[in-house]
C-alpha cells in the first residue's frame, strides 16, 4: 500500500500503552487546557517545521509516547519512522462537537494525522469522510484529514485524544 492512500479513512495503525500519559494529563495537566486544547508541538510564526512546547520538557511520558507513534508509523512509511509533525491533547467536553473541516494546505499534503484516545466518553464518536467511529484506548488511527472530519461528544463525561501529525520523508521516491 503507498504511504498517503488510505484504504478506508480511519485506519488502525498499532496499540500504545497510554496510562502513564494519561494519569500525568490527568493529575498534572489538564488545567493547562485552552479551548479544549494542549499544545505539544506546534508551529510558530514563520517557522517550516513544528518544534517542541515548553511543556514537553519536564513530561516524560508524552515524550515517549510521540516517539512510539513515531515508531509505530513506520510500517505506513516502507519501514521508516517519519518526522514528528504538530501534535496535541484534545479535550471535548460533554454534548460538544467539532467544526467539520478538511484540510487542503501544503502542510497536510506532507503529514498523515494519527488520533490515539487518551480517555473515552461512552457517545463520543470521531467522524472522517463517509466513516464513524468511537476510539478505542490506545489504538493508534490514521485519519484522512483531507476529508471532512468532526468529533461529536453525546456523552456525559468528557472525552481525551491525543492528535499526532506524521511526515511524509522527504527523500522517498513516491513523494
Known sequence: MEHGKFPVSIQPLGFLDTSVFSAWFTLKMKDKVQDGILQLR??????LEPTDC???KD???ARA??????TSAAPYFKGRAPLLGKAWVE???PGAGTPWL???SDYAEQHLRTRTC??????????????AAGLNV???NLFDHKLLCSETNHGEHPRVHLIVDVKIPVDDPDT
Open 42 to 47: 506546534e508551529l510558530r510564526d514563520d517557522q
Open 54 to 56: 515548553a511543556i514537553l
Open 59 to 61: 513530561w516524560k511520558s
Open 65 to 70: 509516547l510521540l516517539s512510539r507513534i513515531r
Open 91 to 93: 479535550v471535548l467536553p
Open 102 to 104: 478538511a484540510d487542503s
Open 118 to 131: 487518551l480517555i473515552p466518553a461512552p457517545g463520543a464518536v470521531s467522524h472522517c469522510g463517509q466513516a
Open 138 to 140: 490506545g489504538l493508534i
